[in-house]
C-alpha cells in the first residue's frame, strides 16, 4: 500500500519525488507513535476502514489530541495523513490507479472539423469514428483524467502538441462514443514540446513526465523553480583536448532548455538532440569564419539561369537570435494576441508548403512570383528584373506585423513603424502574398494558448580559433546582458542590409575552448570580458570510482605540467573508453598528441612515456610504446 501511496501521490496529486517519499516515511512515524500512546498495534498502511484513518488524521490535527507531541506533530506529518485519508478514500472507490488519456477533436467532413468548443458545451467528448477506439473508449473508467489535443508539424520538421482542454471523466456510456466529462472551465491552453507518440485521436498516457507536463503543469513549475539552474548569459568552457568540454555542453544546454538541473546524462542528451537546429544551434569557429557566416552575408546564386547573382544569407546568430526573439515578444503578450499570431503562423506554414510541393513558381502578379522559400522568408523577383534577378526576402515577421495590425489596404502599411522598409517599398506585393495567406486561416482554430518564455542556446565549438573581431564585428557590445532586448541598456544595431537587430535576453551563448591551440591570456579582450569562464581540467575519478589507468595519466600530466603548464595536458577522456587496451590508447590517442605538442620532438615525447613507466620500441616512428 506504501508503494500505491507515493505512485498516487505523485500522479494523482503531482508531488515530486522527494515529498512523496517523505510523506511516506511519516505514515510509518506516526504508525508507530499511535501504536506506542494508544497502546494498540497499529500500521496505517494496513488499515482497511476510511473512518478510523479520518478519526487518526483528526488527533494531529492543529487542535488534535497529538499536535503537539514532536516530530509526528509537524506540519509535514499532518500533511501526510491527509494525504493518505484522500488517497484512501480515492482508492476504495477504485480511484487509485487513475488513468490519463489524450484525446482529439478533428472530424473531417464536419462543420466546424474542430469539436473542441461543441464537447466544452456540453460536457462530453464523443469518438467520431465508427470503426475506431470503440473498445477502448469502452474501457476508460470514471474518474480518469482527459484531455483534448492537437498535434502538428511547424515548420516543417517540428512536431508540437498543443493542450486545448482538459477535464475529469464523469461518466461512461459505454457505447464506444461518449464520455461525460466535467471540463476544466478556467483552463488556459498551452503547448508542449514533445508528441510522444499521441498522433492518433486516442492514446492512454502513462509516462510519468507527460502527466505532469499536461495535467499538472503548477507542479512542474514549482519544481522548476525549486531546482532551477541558473547559467550565465555568455560562457565559456575551457581546458585541454579531452577534459569533457563538447559532453558538458550537452548538458548545461539541456538544463537551460529544461530550465531545471538533470543529473541523466542520457536524459540530458535526448533534450539537446531534439531541439538541435530549433532552439539549440551547433557551430564550429575556424579561421576562416566571417561576419557573414555567423550574422548576415551575400551568397551566390548558383541556380539563377547562370547568370551571376547574389543573395542575402542569415547566419546561424541571427537566425536564432530571430526565433528567440520572436518567441520573447509573443511571451509578453496576451494570449488572444499570442494565439493570433501562433494562427497565422500556421497560415503562413500551409502556404509555404503549397509552394514547395508545386513544380512551378507562385504568381504575386502578372510580373512578379515567389520562387523559394527559406527559415524566414519568401524569395520573390519579376520577369524583367535585372537588378534583383536573384530574388530578394519577404520576411515573414513582415507579413505577420501585418496581421497584428489588421492591415486590409496599401495605405494601412504605411503607418506600421515596426517593418522593413522594403516591405514599405513593395507593399503592393507585400500585400498581394498576405491576403493568399489569410485564406489558409483556420477559422474554428479560436482556441487561446499562452505562449511560455522559452530559452534558446547557441554553442559556439572553438570558439577561440576564429578572429572574434571579425566574426561578432559590432554585435559584441549587443551580447552583454544589460545590452540585450529585455536588459537595463537595451541596444540594437542596423546591420548592412538595412535590419535592425537586436540580441535576446533568452538566448544563451556557450563556447567551447582548447587552451592548447591558445591561452586565455591570448584571448581577444573584448571577448574575455564579456563571457565568464569555467576552467575544466583533467580529473581522475568520476562520481567516486577511479577512471581507468589513473596512475599512468596522473605520472603524464605530472611531466608535462613540469615541461609546459596546465594547459597542454592530456584528458581523461581519453582514457575513458574500457574495452580499449592501455597500449591502444596510448599509441593511437595519446602519443600522437604529445608529439603534436612537443613539435615531434622525440627525446621530450619518449621522456614523458618512460616517466610514466612505458617501454618505448626502438628505432619506432611514430614513438611506439609496447
Known amino acids: 500500500m506504501k508503494t500505491k501511496f507515493k505512485q498516487w501521490m505523485k500522479k494523482t496529486e503531482g508531488k515530486a519525488d522527494n515529498t512523496s517519499n517523505s510523506y511516506a516515511y511519516y505514515i510509518d512515524k506516526l504508525s508507530e507513535h499511535y501504536s506506542e500512546n494508544e497502546k494498540s498495534e497499529t500500521d496505517i498502511y494496513s488499515l482497511k476502514d476510511l473512518d478510523i484513518l479520518k478519526k487518526i488524521s483528526e488527533m494531529y490535527s492543529p487542535e488534535g489530541k497529538y499536535s503537539q507531541k514532536g516530530e509526528e506533530g509537524r506540519a509535514t506529518a499532518r500533511n501526510a495523513i491527509a494525504a493518505y485519508c484522500r488517497f484512501y478514500e480515492n482508492y476504495s472507490n477504485g480511484g487509485a ?6 484525446v482529439g477533436a478533428y472530424w473531417n467532413g464536419a462543420d466546424p472539423t474542430d469539436q473542441t468548443e461543441r464537447f466544452l458545451e456540453n460536457g462530453i467528448w464523443e469518438n467520431g469514428y465508427e470503426d475506431k477506439y470503440i473498445d477502448n473508449v469502452k474501457e476508460i473508467p470514471a474518474g ?38 466535467d471540463w476544466d472551465r478556467n483552463f488556459t491552453p498551452f503547448e508542449v514540446d514533445f508528441t510522444g507518440g499521441y498522433w492518433e485521436t486516442f492514446s492512454e498516457v502513462t509516462n510519468e513526465n507527460h502527466i505532469k507536463r499536461i495535467w499538472y503543469p503548477e507542479t512542474v513549475k514549482k519544481e522548476t523553480r525549486n531546482n532551477k539552474v541558473k547559467y550565465p548569459l555568455n560562457s565559456i ?5 579531452g577534459t569533457g568540454k563538447t559532453y558538458s555542453t550537452v548538458k548545461m544546454a539541456a538544463e537551460i532548455i529544461a530550465e531545471r538541473e538533470i543529473s541523466d546524462y542520457e536524459e540530458a542528451r535526448s533534450i539537446f538532440d531534439y531541439h538541435l537546429d530549433d532552439r539549440i ?49 509573443l511571451s509578453e503578450k496576451k494570449p488572444e494576441t ?54 530578394i526576402r519577404m520576411k515573414f515577421s513582415d507579413l505577420t506585423e501585418f496581421y497584428e495590425n489588421n492591415v486590409s489596404i496599401r495605405q494601412d502599411i504605411k503607418q506600421l513603424k515596426n517593418i522593413s522598409g522594403l516591405a514599405n517599398q513593395h507593399a503592393t506585393y507585400y500585400l498581394l502574398v498576405y491576403k493568399k495567406i489569410l485564406e489558409y486561416l483556420d477559422k474554428d482554430d479560436d482556441v487561446e494558448v499562452e505562449v511560455k518564455r522559452n530559452n534558446y542556446v547557441l554553442v559556439i565549438d572553438e570558439i577561440n580559433r576564429a578572429n572574434i573581431s571579425r566574426v561578432f564585428g559590432e554585435l559584441i557590445t549587443l551580447i552583454e546582458p544589460d545590452k540585450r532586448s529585455n536588459g537595463a541598456n537595451p541596444l540594437s544595431v542596423t546591420l548592412p542590409s538595412g535590419e535592425k537587430f537586436t540580441v535576446p535576453s533568452n538566448l544563451y551563448i556557450i563556447g567551447t575552448m582548447n587552451t592548447a591551440d591558445k591561452s586565455i591570456a591570448l584571448l581577444d579582450i573584448a571577448l574575455r570580458r564579456r563571457f565568464d569562464f569555467k576552467a575544466m581540467y583533467p580529473v581522475y575519478e568520476i562520481n567516486g570510482e577511479d577512471i581507468p ?32 587496451s592501455l597500449f591502444e590508447k596510448m599509441n593511437h590517442k595519446v602519443i600522437p598528441l604529445l608529439l603534436e605538442y612537443f613539435y615531434n620532438d ?25
Open 237 to 241: 568552457l575551457y581546458g585541454p583536448p
Open 97 to 102: 490507479d487513475k488513468k490519463y488519456y489524450l
Open 549 to 580: 589507468d589513473r596512475a599512468v595519466l596522473e605520472k603524464i600530466n605530472e611531466k608535462i605540467i613540469g615541461l609546459k603548464g596546465y594547459d597542454f595536458q592530456i584528458g581523461h577522456s581519453y582514457f575513458m573508453e574500457r574495452d580499449v
Open 602 to 626: 622525440e627525446k621530450e615525447v619518449k621522456g614523458i612515456l618512460e616517466y610514466a613507466g612505458f617501454m618505448v620500441e626502438e628505432k619506432s616512428w611514430p614513438l611506439k610504446v609496447i
Open 281 to 329: 544551434k551547433f557551430v564550429t569557429f575556424h579561421q576562416n569564419y566571417s561576419y557573414e557566416d555567423f550574422i548576415q552575408g551575400l551568397r551566390p546564386d548558383v541556380e539563377n539561369n547562370g547568370s551571376l547573382s547574389f543573395e542575402r544569407k542569415d547566419g546561424v546568430f541571427k537566425v536564432i537570435s530571430d526565433k528567440a526573439l520572436n518567441n520573447l515578444r
Open 144 to 181: 480518469s483524467s482527459i484531455a483534448i489535443k492537437s498535434v502538428f508539424t511547424r515548420n516543417k520538421t517540428k512536431s508540437v502538441m498543443a493542450i486545448k482542454a482538459a477535464g475529469t471523466v464523469v461518466e461512461n456510456r459505454n457505447d464506444g462514443t461518449t464520455l461525460v466529462v
Open 338 to 391: 499570442a494565439s493570433k499570431v501562433l494562427s497565422f503562423e500556421k497560415a503562413i506554414q500551409k502556404f509555404v508548403d503549397e509552394i514547395q510541393e508545386s513544380d512551378i513558381n507562385y504568381r504575386v502578379n502578372n510580373s512578379v512570383y515567389i520562387f523559394d522559400v527559406d527559415e524566414v522568408s519568401f524569395r520573390y523577383t519579376g520577369d524583367n528584373w535585372i537588378k534583383h534577378k536573384g530574388g
